[in-house]
């Protein structure tokens, strides 16, 4: 199975303002965290090359609903996380797609996201998800997964899973 490559999109951090919380400053470039989701203290530090750019609030303070360590990468390449060595586990391990899909011809037509939803604009990929896996039920995530890939590979997809 590959693994999962973050693109950077940033899509992931920009509802987490109010989930990671800056409890207090434990001085430059250090801080005692709380991920109100599930209540976990951490500390984070930030990464030593970011702190300029964390220190530029502009982004923070324009998009609110934001990560509060999460900038746009200056370089123009997507986004960037400023403690991304010291992000809480929640975020380690957080994969915004598990599935990719892709045509016969070999291009990629779709992603499997959060809680199983096709994320796609092709109309026939989208029938065939609803008439044939849609309705699957299976509790364990890799039987599940296992069971999209062969379902669609019936008919005629590529399916990869991500771990």
């Not at 951090?13 to 709380?34: A, K, N, Q, W």
């Not at 989208?126 to 590979?153: G, H, I, P």
């Amino acid at each position: 199975m590959p693994e999962f490559q973050c693109t950077r999109c940033g899509k992931c951090c920009m509802h987490f303002g109010r989930y990671v919380t800056i409890e207090r400053s434990l001085g430059p470039g250090d801080f005692f965290c709380r991920f109100q989701i599930t209540g976990e203290l951490f500390r984070a530090h930030l990464e030593p090359a970011l702190r300029a750019l964390f220190q530029e609030k502009g982004d923070a303070t324009a998009h609110p609903e934001w990560c509060v360590f999460l900038r746009k990468d200056t370089g123009g390449n997507g986004f960037v996380c400023t403690i991304h060595h010291t992000r809480p586990p929640y975020c380690r391990g957080f994969r915004c797609y598990s599935l990719k899909i892709f045509s016969p011809d070999s291009t990629e037509i779709g992603k499997v996201g959060g809680n199983r939803a096709l994320l796609s604009g092709d109309v026939d990929l989208v029938r065939c998800w609803q008439e044939k896996v849609a309705s699957f039920a299976e509790r364990d995530e890799a039987r599940w997964r296992e069971r999209v890939r062969d379902t669609l590979a019936k008919e005629g997809y590529r399916v990869e899973i991500y771990t």
